[in-house]
Nanobody, 122 residues
């Protein structure tokens, strides 16, 4: 089971980046998949998430990124994307892909990618 994140880098304020997270090895569908971030000296915070139930999928965003970030999922490629526009210096963080899976045998289990650095600076 692996989450492989990529797409981070250095970008000027106002610029854009797209993060990708490829999921492999999962035999169950997710309860939720999305992105967290953690800046130096700060707690990890949820950026955006797709919550999946048997009837629908709901998307949520942190207030700080609403209107600027867009999460999407390509089921055929087992990939989740985070399109980040109008980036600000305060968006500088390590971004982590996250998935949560629940099964009767294991209960709720969280999986994390390795993190990708996003730096917004002029």
């Amino acid at each position: 089971v692996q989450l492989q994140a990529s797409g981070g880098g250095l970008v000027q304020p106002g610029g854009s980046l797209r993060l990708s997270c490829v999921a492999s090895g999962f035999t169950e569908d997710y309860n939720a998949i999305g992105w967290f971030r953690q800046a130096p000296g700060k707690e990890r915070e949820r950026v955006s998430c797709i919550s999946i139930s048997s009837s629908d999928a709901r998307i949520s965003y942190a207030d700080s990124v609403k209107g600027r970030f867009t999460i999407s999922r390509d089921n055929s490629e087992n990939t989740v994307y985070l399109q980040m526009n109008s980036l600000k210096p305060e968006d500088t963080s390590v971004y982590y892909c996250h998935a949560n899976i629940w099964t009767p045998a294991t209960g709720s289990v969280d999986y994390w990618g390795q993190g990708t650095q996003v730096t917004v600076s002029s």
